[in-house]
């Protein structure tokens, strides 16, 4: 059975065990704010080739490491990755995001999508693997995937939006044919994760970007009850599940009965609100505004206290932010950020 | 002393007074989905010259009146319309939104900013007065303004933004300076709303639209704050006040504070959790997804009466979209949602 990795802060806080300070890691942490990254990007010649090839892709998810000094590193990889085993084809335009070559239409096109076969999605297992091994089991490796509902809104959608249009229309006209989708894709997920956690994740988290779009209702129904089954049917020893929520501010009670550990939530949502609710039962991630790495050394100082103070001493809490670090950011201000978290988080 | 409108669901809703069935207009309402608007529109050339013509703005302000059968008449303006007066110049570009030829860069900025001057903005009296008369005070004519941070935020970006990354870096990096141009535009629409209501508004509403993007904490202090302030000076007899706020679910309970007579919500929150939190002491408005707009008539009466359900049959709850109509949306299918609320709410 595979041990807890050497710094072992992140999967503490995640099981509420006693830490002597609070572990800190930024999503997108590997990301072309680095410069260091920009260059394994052109070495890869585009995005897909870059995170399929394990050697660049553990490269990139490393950087953290050497570069900021977190507490663990959440692989190099994209939640669109499992998609093309079922059949999806897409491409990353520059400055566009994905765009898929045929987006979902109606029942047929999901009746069509392939069987899932982690055969397809090898590299991932690898990259799992290699980042562990090369920091010698240092760092909890966190894997990851995104939730049904954002799978499904990009499958039709073929691309980001602002409105979600198409998804909710396919999702109010024809509900039975939706949650068919959903269902597919928790079948997908849950292979998935387990082959993550087998090829030696210490975490897993659950990136559910655009749920929060939804009304209350459509949430629990379309977005909550997917990521329940994943939850349920994970197989794993000691690995924590994190689940991020965008704007989940107006469903916060329901997010925290799909029975992760760990809740990752962003800044429009106060952690003091958070903590009470979760009354102990489970634990939380967040939630600096990233848009205060813009500002003076001082104002991140003082907003990463703000946030600290908020949760308090008690275990339960793993700093990251609100949402992705951006590409124009300033590698400085990130460090300084994981400096000023490790120093004045210290029990 | 002016008196109530013939149709006054709408103010005596606000006030919760006993209503016959629940009163519906919708943001956006005289808007690009209509033909009738896009002719307007085209005879004023641009959309500057269209929103200070009195007798085109006029028209299409009472579009609603002819062709849904709605139980109040917003005016059509912009948010922007006062801003004019104080030195700040813009122009709308097709397909991008306003477009700010000097945006607020530093204190200097604000410190140079003009004097209002109701003068520079009469033809929005003349448009109240006008509308009024063209349909002999049968419903109420809402007049409105942006609020204080959601302008902040427009001069400082210089435009629409996803992020809100300038205006918050100068919120974050000088706060004196920021409150100085909320306390600004805070005496700005003080001027502006009783003009409007001295020129015959029978209800105003206060658009906080970017608002949602901030934390709880600095939404109390910059957003809240000086919506209180304007909420206190206004003089008016019966007129209710609207306070809308998108995304406004994680700090619900500290909008609630601002003393407006109606809340107007998002759809990502509860409405008979915005009933529960109102506790019979203020009103609310919303919050159908649009998105909805685009599904089938069946679809639309279903969500429709979800909400109306939610509510029940007490008085206070005005029925309105949880953000504006879209220009690709079918007159047809909003006029069908008008009936329906109107039809299916009657006590």
């Given at each position: 059975?595979?041990?807890?990795?050497?710094?072992?802060?992140?999967i503490r806080a995640a099981k509420r065990e006693p830490i002597?300070?609070?572990?800190?890691?930024?999503?997108?942490?590997?990301?072309?704010?680095?410069?260091?990254?920009?260059?394994l990007r052109q070495k890869a010649g585009n995005f897909k080739n870059f995170y399929k090839d394990p050697h660049l892709a553990?490269?990139?998810?490393?950087?953290?490491?050497?570069l900021l000094g977190v507490d663990?590193?959440?692989?190099?990889?994209?939640?669109?990755?499992?998609?093309?085993?079922i059949g999806m084809e897409f491409d990353f335009k520059e400055g566009e995001g994905p765009v898929f070559q045929n987006p979902i239409k109606d029942e047929k096109d999901i009746h069509n999508l392939k069987q899932f076969d982690t055969k397809d999605?090898?590299?991932?297992?690898?990259?799992?693997?290699?980042?562990?091994?090369s920091i010698d089991y240092e760092l909890p490796v966190i894997g990851f995937c995104g939730a049904p509902f954002t799978l499904a809104a990009y499958m039709i959608e073929g691309r980001t939006s602002r409105d979600f249009k198409k998804t909710k229309k396919f999702m109010y006209q024809n509900p039975t044919a939706f949650k068919n989708l959903l269902d597919?894709?928790?079948?997908?997920l849950i292979e998935y994760l387990n082959f993550q956690i087998d090829s030696g994740?210490?975490?897993?988290?659950?990136?559910?970007?655009?749920?929060?779009?939804?009304?209350?209702?459509?949430?629990?129904?379309?977005a909550l009850a997917p990521i329940k089954k994943i939850i349920t049917s994970i197989k794993r020893n000691y690995q924590p599940i994190i689940h991020f929520t965008k704007g989940v501010a107006g469903f916060f009670d329901e997010m925290i009965t799909s029975g992760a550990d760990v809740y990752s939530v962003d800044w429009m949502i106060d952690l003091k609100k958070v903590k009470q609710k979760l009354n102990t039962k489970a634990s939380a991630q967040g939630n600096l505004d990233p848009?205060?790495?813009?500002?003076?050394?001082?104002?991140?100082?003082?907003?990463?206290?703000?946030?600290?103070?908020?949760?308090?001493?008690?275990?339960?809490?793993?700093?990251?932010l609100g949402h992705g670090l951006m590409p124009d950011m300033s590698v400085e201000n990130v460090k300084f950020l994981v400096d000023v978290v490790k120093q004045e988080s210290i029990r």
């Open positions: 059975m595979k041990k807890y990795p050497k710094n072992d802060l992140l002597e300070r609070t572990p800190i890691w930024l999503m997108r942490q590997a990301g072309r704010y680095m410069p260091e990254y920009r260059e553990v490269q990139a998810t490393l950087l953290p490491y050497h663990a590193l959440i692989i190099f990889s994209d939640i669109l990755t499992p998609l093309e085993s999605i090898s590299y991932v297992g690898e990259i799992i693997k290699q980042t562990g091994k597919k894709l928790s079948d997908m994740a210490d975490a897993v988290q659950i990136f559910d970007s655009w749920a929060g779009y939804l009304t209350p209702d459509d949430y629990r129904e379309f848009i205060v790495l813009y500002a003076s050394k001082e104002t991140i100082k003082k907003e990463a206290l703000k946030i600290l103070q908020k949760w308090g001493k008690e275990t339960g809490h793993i700093f990251n």
